[in-house]
Structures are given as C-alpha cells and as structure tokens.
C-alpha cells in the first residue's frame, strides 16, 4: 500500500547540505531575546522585572488564556529590558532581553529526572502547558490545547509527524536518528494524555535511515507503527499525513480531533519528553542551518532567544551569493529582512538561499493552465482564488474555499507564470478575517 | 550585514518552468509538422507559415508599442500563432490573404481581449474564421487545394480534400463505402496517415502531429484527455452512424485541432473533469458539422464554439474540496 495523499509535488529537496551532520550543541548567547507571543492564541504576559536575575528554564511569563503557553528563560543573569524587538516574521512585538552572567545555571528542578510512569493524563497535560510547549514543526499552536478535546470526542490515533517535507530541512531527521527514545517516549506521554490506543509515526521515504531506527526502536510496541510515506510536498501537511495514514479526510473547517486523531511533531513529542521525565521546559530546540549560501551547514540546537546572527557565525558565515536568508523552509518559511531577529520556538531552520535558487520572478498573466488545480493538496482552483482577491472579490473567494487553503505555496511553485499566490491568499485571509470581525 | 536581503512571500524557491519555455517548447514540436507540410507541398508552404509568423509577431509586438505596454513578443506565443496560422490555409492561397489573417488574429482575437491569458478564442481559428468569412473562395474552393508533391517541381495541381471528396460523392450515392471512395481518388489510409493527401498544409500529417503532441504530453504541457475524448469521441459517434470512424480521424484537421489547437492552455478548461466534458463536446460538434453541416470540415468552428462555453465548463466543474462536507439543510 501506498501511503500518500492526491495532488501535490516534489521539489528538489536540497537536503544534502545538512542530512548528514550530528546535532551540535551551540553555545549560549551572550544575550537572548525571548518574546512572549511565540505560539498561536494570546500573548503571554511577562512577570519579571528590569533587572531581576533569572535561571535556564525559569518561566519569565504567565499564559495569557488557555490558548497560550509562558515563555522560560534560556540563559542566566540579569533582565535587561522588555522592549519591542523584530520578530522573525518581521513584526515588532514584545520580548524579555536576558543580558548573560555567563554562568548559565539552572533554575531549580530543572533537568532532574522524575519518576513519571505514575503520572495521570491531567498532570501530563498540565506539565506540557507550564512546560510552554508548542508545536515544533512551524506553526506553534500550543500542544496542550490540542489534548485537551472536548469529553464526546475520542481521540483513537496519535501521528507524529517526522515527514519533514520540507525541502532543505534536517532537523527532525537528525533528531529522530540521535535520539529516538525520547520521541517514543513523548509519544507514550501524549497517548497517555489523550488516552489515545494507537500511535504512529510517519517519515517520508527520502529518511531511510530515520525509518530504519525508529522501525527497531518501535519493534516491542504493538501499538506503535512506523509508516513510510511517498516523498511528496505537502506531506507534511496535518490533513495531507492524516489521509496518507489513515485514508480519512479532515472536515473542512474541523480539526484533526473531530475523526479521532491528534498529529504532533516529533520534536513536539521530544519536548513534552523532557518536560515531563527531565522536568526541562522548552529553552532550546534543534535548528536547521543550511542552504547553499551557508559556508557549513549544520544542525544545531539552540537557545531560544538567540539572535540569527550568531547562528549564522557559527555556520561560518555567509555567502557572497546570499540573497535571501529564509526562518523555516523553502516553501512555507518567512524571508527575513532583519537577520538579528531571534530564534523562536517554530524556527526549524535557517536557510540561506543564492539568487540562482531563490530569484524573484516576474509576475504573468495566468495562462489557465491548470497546473495549480492538479497540485491542489485541498482541491481548491488556486488561480480562480487569486483572481478573486485581486480583483477584491473576497466574498467570492471565500466561496472558493481560501480559508480551507493551508498556505502551502505548491501552486506557487509550480507557476509556469510565476503568480505570487500565496501572497494573495495572504491578503484574502486577512481581509476576510476583518471582514468577519466587523459583523 | 552591509547586503541588502530579499524579503518576498513564501515559497521562496520555484520551480524553473516558464511560459517562454512552455510556448517555445511547443513551437519546437511542430517541426515535424513544419517538415512535412515542405515535403507535401513545397516550399510555398514554408513561405505561408513564415508571412504568418512575421506578420503576427509585428503585429504584437507594434499593438504592445503602441499601447505603451512590456513587449512580450520573445514568449513564443505569438509564433506559435503564426505557425498555427500558417498550418490552416491551402497552400495556393496568396500570401496577403494569410498576412490579414495573422495582424486580423493577433489584434483582434488576441489583444484587443488584453493579450495572453485573457484572450477567450484561439487566435488561430479566428484568424481562419476571419479568412474563411472574407475570402471563402481561396481559403475552400477545390481550385485553391493542391495535390501534394505537386508544388515541388511545377506549378500545383489543384485537387479536392478527401472529406470535400467523401462529402460530393455521399451526397450523390449515399450508400458508398468511404474507403473506396478515398481509394477511387488514389488515397488510402496510409496516405491520410503521413499526409500525403490534399488538404490545408499543416493539417494533412496525422503522424507529423502526432509525434510532436506525444512529446508535449510527456512533458506534461498538453492534457491527454482532450485529444483522447476528442478523437474518442469522434470515432465512436461515427462509427455508431455508419460512417468509416478511421477515415474521419484520419482525416481532414481533426489531428491538428484535436492535438494543438483544443490543448490550447488559455482558451481550455482548468480542471480535468472540464477538459473531459470540452473534448467530448468537440467531438460531438465537429461529427454534426462533418455529417449534417453544410462544410466538409468541422474542426474549427466546433473548437471556436466550445471555446465560448469554457467559462461555464470551468464554473460547473470546481472540484469538491478536501474534506468537502454537505452543507445541513436547514
């Protein structure tokens, strides 16, 4: 059987610059900015002071709600302000600014082994929470409101996804190669949270080895299943994994968790692992570096908080070709304009791109060749969409399903015209988004 | 960082493919065809397709100047034009005739809808439409039509298509078998196949045609269901009436039309389903035409017909999204 969804495409993956390189341990910076709206729902709120001292994985902030997670301190020493700093995406927000005392001492409790098997599913839930826990693979909604259905709704499946479709991208390859105990385990955890019976993890094909290791390490579990995925962008995708495992279609405008399933990353699982078992919140998480405009490609983990700048030092630098330095993949990441924009909890990659691989092209009339409507992951007609927006015809597109579109860019890309899709659907989103909020 | 970055929505990378390429690739599998339309009928032919080019990409590239617009010219489209253009006449025809057909294509047909993309017709058919309309006596009359191999050596022999033939003698003895027909004016099916047969000078190679539409195909540039229903079609509400399905597909321009002129991206359907239900309607169409109409050929009035009918096609075939659930009757 083939495990895969309809429609989609398969870009170069660009994946040798970095699949092969061991997870480095990057040294702390000397200063971290950590904002406090790192996730999807409401920002968190800061609760410390312009010069109090701070601990590695001490909270610096309070949820703002319950779609929300805290934010925790990654290196020691001393709060130097709370300012509004650049994000990755380009917006200015709020973040703490830790000033390091070099010492990076622990905060109390913090990376002690607990006797966790005792744990009910409401404690793992409320671990995760506290432990700012949100999803790893980019789009950062915050884990614990993903566990926690309402009573009616039996969750059945947990799929970790390692499919990391992303062209370029190695860091949960890495991950599941060097470490995938801790990724079963995390696993277990969030079964255990959700009460779900079944789990599986799904990698693509082009990650034999990942498979390999993680197929022996799941061997004594009846109820785990590793499934190999064709290599084909948006596999990755929650809705395109979910059909690829189970052959069953995510309702439009309902969640995984409406048929039963909840799909988590696999550095998502690592983390709510050490969260629970190591009492670690998350300060630090595995970086991607790489490009063709890198001089060393590396995978690194990282502190939270630490500027891109350093990390791109500590990659040797870039490349006299560099023309865009990407936060995330190719495909679905942010260009960024300011590189000291720090690393936040989502940033799976740095990626530096020449001008040959990344050149903006100029934008031609559709020629209504159809291409995007048969790579359509969600079965939408991207280019009738985009007309519409353009020609401020919001209500139509909406008709059309934008808001089923998941922003994949795979019309995008596979453009003979090169339109500038998805910086339309950008725009429709937004504008429908107000529009609902004026009613 | 003293280098400037750029900053633009995702995705960052795209794929190399581009409507230069699309269109010049297009072009480049119509050499066979090009050859062939030499090889029947002279270098008269040639000389056709070139006042056809000439004339359409001049006449782009002076609308585009004038209008104080990019000129797009280096895209290929409006060879492509040309070369289709050129491929729809007899080759007795006098060149000028072809020249206001291409300047009459490309300005109405084409820029005057605001160029490509927007165009609703195939430029090349109006083009034919327009010149079958103001001269029908040199674009149809058996004097224009020439034998092939005939323009080689000395002046053409003029001589009837095949479907114009098939057509006079159904029309007196209803009850003849078409393949005598053919065979009584020296034509078999492997003549209708190479194209060693009268007819307009791009249309008569069916294996010409067909070489370069299987290169396309396989680059994925042109869908395979239009010209498989097309063609499909046709044959099987041909063969249903009694007539010889072979011949029909063989000939006359079903091959060019089936092969380049339906494919054609911007005046086509956008969904697969909708490209099925266009090639199926052309095949119905261009049998009416062929059978009951007053022409002998049908092809590219059936094209320019379903053409108008795209937009509807597309607004009834949207797919069912992903996770598509029926909306609750209140």
């Given at each position: 059987m083939k495990y895969t969804f309809k429609g989609g495409y398969h870009p170069?993956?660009?994946?040798?610059?970095?699949?092969k390189m061991l997870i480095e341990k990057m040294p702390s910076p000397k200063i971290a900015a950590i904002h406090l709206?790192?996730?999807?729902g409401a920002p968190s709120k800061a609760i410390v002071n312009i010069g109090d001292e701070v601990k590695v994985g001490q909270p610096i902030s309070e949820p703002g709600g319950f779609v929300s997670v805290p934010v925790h301190a990654s290196?020691?020493?001393?709060?130097k302000a709370i300012a509004k700093i650049t994000d990755a995406a380009g917006n200015k927000s709020d973040a703490v600014i830790i000033e390091s005392d070099g010492k990076d001492e622990l905060f109390e409790g913090v990376g002690q082994k607990v006797d966790?098997?005792?744990?009910?599913a409401d404690e793992i839930k409320k671990k995760i929470a506290s432990a700012g826990i949100?999803?790893?693979?980019?789009?950062?909604?915050p884990t614990h409101v993903k566990l926690?259905?309402?009573?009616e709704k039996k969750i059945d499946y947990i799929i970790l996804n390692g499919?990391?479709?992303?062209?370029?991208?190695t860091a949960d390859d890495r991950l599941m190669q060097e470490s995938p105990d801790t990724i079963i385990e995390g696993l277990k955890l969030i079964m255990k949270a959700v009460n779900a019976p079944n789990g599986m993890i799904g990698i693509e094909k082009n990650k034999p080895d990942a498979i390999r290791i993680m197929k022996e390490k799941t061997e004594?579990?009846?109820n785990i299943k590793v499934i190999e995925l064709e290599v084909?962008?948006?596999?990755?995708?929650e809705k395109q994994l979910i059909y690829a495992a189970l052959g069953k279609e995510v309702p439009s405008?309902?969640?995984?968790m409406d048929i039963g399933v909840v799909v988590s990353n696999v550095g998502t699982a690592n983390a709510v692992y050490e969260a629970i078992?190591?009492?670690?919140?998350?300060y630090e998480r595995i970086v991607s570096v790489t490009?063709?405009?890198?001089?060393n490609p590396k995978n690194l983990l990282v502190r939270i908080g630490t500027p891109t700048t350093e990390l791109i030092e500590y990659a040797g630098g870039l490349k006299e070709d560099v023309y865009k330095v990407v936060n995330?993949?190719?495909?679905?990441g942010a260009a960024m304009y300011a590189l000291d924009a720090p690393v936040h909890k989502g940033t799976s990659g740095i990626l530096c791109l020449s001008r040959q691989n990344a050149a903006v092209c100029e934008e031609h009339p559709?020629?209504?060749?159809g291409k995007c409507v048969t790579v359509c992951p969600l079965r939408l007609l991207p280019t009738d969409i985009q007309l519409n927006i353009q020609y401020k015809n919001y209500e139509q597109a909406e008709k059309l399903g934008i808001l089923d579109c998941?922003?994949?860019?795979t019309c995008a890309y596979v453009c003979p015209a090169k339109r500038n899709l998805v910086h339309y659907y950008n725009v429709g989103k937004a504008k429908i988004a107000e529009m609902k909020k004026k009613k | 960082m003293d280098k400037m970055l750029i900053v633009s929505a995702n995705p960052h990378i795209r794929d190399k493919s581009s409507i230069t390429k699309v269109m010049h690739t297009v072009n480049i599998t119509l050499l066979p065809a090009i050859f062939a339309s030499y090889w029947f009928f002279g270098f008269r032919a040639i000389l056709l397709i070139l006042v056809a080019i000439v004339s359409c990409v001049i006449t782009e590239a002076a609308i585009q100047k004038f209008r104080k617009?990019?000129?797009?010219?280096?895209?290929g489209s409006a060879i492509l034009t040309g070369i289709l253009l050129g491929f729809n006449?007899?080759?007795?025809?006098?060149?000028w005739i072809v020249m206001l057909g291409s300047i009459f294509a490309i300005a109405i047909a084409k820029q005057a809808f605001g160029g490509l993309g927007f165009n609703i017709f195939n430029p090349a058919l109006i083009g034919r439409a327009f010149m079958v309309a103001s001269w029908p006596v040199q674009m149809t009359?058996?004097?224009?039509w020439t034998q092939p191999y005939s323009g080689k050596t000395m002046d053409a022999i003029s001589s009837a298509t095949p479907l114009n033939l098939v057509k006079t003698a159904l029309k007196a003895?209803?009850?003849?078998e078409t393949i005598n027909i053919i065979k009584d004016a020296g034509v078999g099916y492997m003549d209708l196949f190479i194209g060693?047969?009268?007819?307009?000078i791009g249309e008569t190679s069916f294996l010409a045609l067909l070489a370069g539409v299987i290169v396309l195909i396989a680059l994925g540039i042109v869908n395979w269901r239009v010209p498989l229903f097309y063609i499909g079609t046709v044959f099987i509400l041909t063969w249903l009436m009694g007539y010889d399905p072979v011949f029909h597909i063989l000939a006359g321009g079903l091959a060019l039309g089936a092969f380049y002129m339906a494919t054609d991206m911007v005046t086509s359907p956008i969904t697969n389903k909708g490209n099925i239900i266009f090639a199926t309607g052309l095949g119905l169409l261009t049998v009416a035409i062929r059978i009951?109409?007053?022409?002998?050929?049908g092809v590219s009035y059936s094209i320019l017909l379903m053409n108008t009918a795209v937009p509807l096609i597309n607004k009834f075939t949207v797919p069912k999204k992903f996770g598509f659930v029926e909306p609750k009757r209140a």
């Open positions: 170069p993956d660009g994946k040798r610059y970095s699949e709206h790192q996730h999807i290196i020691s020493g001393k709060v966790y098997y005792c744990f009910s949100a999803g790893m693979g980019g789009a950062r909604f926690s259905p309402p009573a499919v990391e479709c992303e062209p370029y991208l004594s579990e009846s084909k962008y948006p596999q990755g995708g405008g309902g969640l995984p078992a190591l009492n670690k919140p998350l490009g063709e405009s890198i001089m995330g993949g190719p495909m679905m559709c020629i209504s060749c998941i922003l994949c860019g | 617009k990019p000129v797009t010219v280096y895209d006449v007899p080759a007795n025809i006098p060149w009359s058996n004097a224009y003895y209803p009850n003849q060693n047969v009268s007819g307009c009951y109409g007053g022409y002998p050929e």
